[in-house]
């Protein structure tokens, strides 16, 4: 429309409505590459949040920035200015006051100098001793006045924010009642909110008659106590981080000038909150340095924000189980490190989101894990890599794309039924129309012209990969390629060898089956053993449950047995050196395979010579092979065997 003006200028309403999506993608593949790389599955999802998407703006990035401000509010000045501020004002006092008597001949004057220098040494105890004393001079009268409101004011400034102007003036005995009623009302209020009773129309009530106090309009009893117990927590940790006698020296002061009936109702009212709010940290103090005098609220507030830290550092570790990033709190995130900060940290939760949403990832009570899609996804890298590797045969033999499970072509075709899944022999269904309807254009197609093509079921076979889990896998750098390994063997079978049959097998001190996903995040068996029996004993069960398949067994391993199965209560036993009870009873399960036709076919990692005997000895004794790759070349080996060994004898 005519006359309209527009202005232009940057985004400010939070994320920019037009920035692309995350590449979730390509963050799945950065864990997946890790995890092919032997990395823990859980730290490599980990590692994402940590380092964050493109590799800034992580946790780690917020955490260093939050480290930094917890050590400069360490370093803001003395928590015992308060009391050094009194003792002070304290000296000007006296010395006002000796001006003014020094003037004057009579017996009182000499009996009031007589009380200022008897006075005890502590700050507080002479300011209680001084609450009765007739001052002579005004200026001395002001400033000690000033000691009492000053420190009675911080305190409660520092509980309640609206007191800012009532506290100055609560030596006025009406303001005191008045301070005394509402903490009075708000000790009830918290009493009867402690034993669960329905608040609501009484939160309403007291707000109605003290909300001028609490500028913070909490909604509800849990937001008062909430402010009101970080405030209260963050005074008792002053108190804590103080020396005994400062402590001393500051509750004292205190005392003196909330008088006994504030102080009693302020105490009670800590006592609630603490009761109320326990997860807050009430018992820790700080060791605050620094030049500059902190006043009461500036000591609290610098604990205050040092406990915000904490906290803050606490939910932005995410180690501990079950952490989320939803528990980050967002605007304590803007508080304590800025709006930029804060920025991060839902961009970080939009990619978990996403990474949710997508079905990359889920989480369970241990945190996140890659989902069955993302695993397929890695599996499938995993094979690329391995057949990238492959120089025997023509490339197209592993083409995925075309894996299909109805078998291999005969050549032959028949008329299709209803439920017939096998693929359209199309030459032969054009035939059969043209026969039908003759040569016309264009040609009309009926049911009874479609043929398919015949398949004859292929050979399948039933295969057990036996991977070693000991610790020296991993600090021999075997451990990446191993996982690499089994993931292809997976994935292939999966889509190119659908009716084979395969069970993955690690081993340590025992053995165990892995499923894909718990084969993507195993971590080494940090016990001491390699229990190459109990393997194959799992595997001869698994190819006993598919006796139409041919059987092979490939075996992954580092070390020579040196843990079995104690016959009599099945517990795993381990010796080094291996004893002979070990290598007998790995050899009757090798036998037992042997026996009922399976090829067992061994990869040795490292140069051990014992384990070159033992495993040069299995291959000879089961009529297998015995291979010694680089564990870069572990996948090629292992694959292209699998390809041999599954056109065996049946």
């Known amino acids: 429309m005519a006359g309209n003006r527009f202005r232009y200028g940057q985004w400010r309403g939070g994320p920019d409505p037009l920035a692309p999506p995350y590449d979730v993608r390509e963050a799945v593949d950065a864990v997946g590459a890790e995890v092919l790389n032997g990395g823990s599955l859980r730290e490599a999802l980990r590692d994402l949040l940590r380092r964050g998407p493109q590799g800034r703006g992580g946790l780690d990035e917020l955490a260093s920035r939050a480290r930094r401000l917890r050590r400069e509010a360490l370093r803001r000045g003395d928590l015992d200015g308060t009391v050094t501020r009194s003792r002070a004002l304290l000296d000007q006092a006296l010395a006002a006051e000796r001006d003014a008597l020094r003037g004057r001949g009579d017996d009182d004057a000499r009996f009031a100098e007589a009380v200022l220098d008897n006075l005890p040494r502590s700050t507080a105890r002479a300011v209680q001793e001084l609450a009765g004393y007739e001052w002579a001079s005004e200026e001395a009268r002001r400033t000690y006045q000033q000691i009492l409101d000053g420190l009675r004011g911080d305190v409660l400034e520092q509980r309640f924010a609206g007191l800012r102007d009532a506290a100055r003036a609560a030596g006025d005995p009406a303001v005191q009642r008045q301070l005394a009623e509402m903490m009075r009302d708000l000790n009830d209020l918290l009493d ?127 180690d501990q189980s079950g952490a989320t990033l939803d528990e980050v709190d967002v605007e304590a995130v803007a508080r304590t490190l800025g709006r930029d900060a804060a920025d991060d940290v839902r961009r970080l939760r ?218 009599e209560d099945g517990e795993a036993y381990f010796h080094w050196p291996p004893l002979p009870e070990t290598i007998e009873a790995t050899i009757r399960e090798v036998d037992r395979l042997t026996r009922y036709g399976a090829t067992i076919n061994l990869f040795m990692l490292g140069d051990d010579p014992g384990l070159r005997r033992f495993v040069d000895a299995v291959a000879r004794r089961s009529k297998g092979r015995m291979f010694t790759p680089d564990p870069d070349d572990l996948g090629e080996y292992v694959v292209a065997d699998y390809l041999r060994a599954r056109h065996g004898r049946r």
């Not at 002061?253 to 009430?282: I, T």
């Not at 945190?367 to 995993?382: N, V, W």
């Not at 994935?491 to 009716?499: E, I, K, M, N, S």
């Not at 194959?536 to 070390?559: F, M, Q």
Request: proline letters at 5%.
């Open 350 to 567: 939009e990619l978990e989101r996403e990474l949710r949403r997508q079905g990359w990832v889920s989480r369970d009570a241990d945190g996140l894990t890659l989902s069955p899609k993302a695993l397929r996804r890695l599996a499938g890298t995993a094979l690329r890599r391995v057949f990238g590797e492959l120089t025997a045969g023509p490339r197209g033999q592993h083409d995925l794309r075309s894996a299909g499970a109805a078998g291999e072509v005969s050549g032959a075709s028949r008329q299709w039924e209803y439920g017939d899944e096998q693929p359209l022999d199309v030459v032969r269904t054009l035939t059969r129309a043209v026969r039908r309807a003759g040569p016309t254009v264009p040609l009309q197609l009926a049911v009874e012209d479609f043929e398919v093509v015949e398949t004859e079921r292929r050979a399948s076979a039933a295969v057990a990969l036996c991977v070693d889990l000991s610790y020296s896998m991993i600090s021999q750098g075997r451990w990446g390629p191993m996982k690499q390994t089994a993931l292809a063997l997976s994935h292939l079978v999966a889509t190119r060898f659908p009716q084979d049959a395969l069970q993955i097998v690690g081993f340590g001190r025992e053995a165990a089956a892995l499923s894909q996903q718990e084969l993507a995040a195993v971590e080494p068996d940090l016990q001491q053993g390699t229990n190459l029996q109990h393997a194959l004993r799992l595997a001869g069960r698994h190819l006993r449950k598919h006796p139409g398949a041919e059987p092979v067994v490939l075996v992954v391993t580092d070390g020579e047995p040196t843990a079995h199965l104690d016959p």
């Open 192 to 318: 009867r909110h402690a034993r669960s009773e329905d608040t609501t129309d009484a939160f309403a009530e007291f707000m109605r008659r003290h909300g001028e106090f609490f500028p913070e309009r909490p909604k509800d009893v849990d937001e008062l106590v909430d402010v009101l117990a970080r405030r209260a927590a963050a005074g008792e940790r002053l108190m804590r981080s103080l020396s005994d006698r400062q402590r001393e020296e500051l509750a004292g002061l205190m005392r003196q000038s909330l008088g006994d009936r504030l102080a009693g109702e302020l105490s009670a009212l800590d006592d609630h909150l603490r009761a109320l709010r326990p997860d807050l940290n009430w018992q820790r103090g700080e060791r605050v340095r620094g030049d500059q005098p902190l006043g009461y609220g500036e000591a609290t507030g610098a604990l205050d924000e040092i406990a915000e830290l904490d906290e803050l550092l606490d939910a932005l570790d995410q």
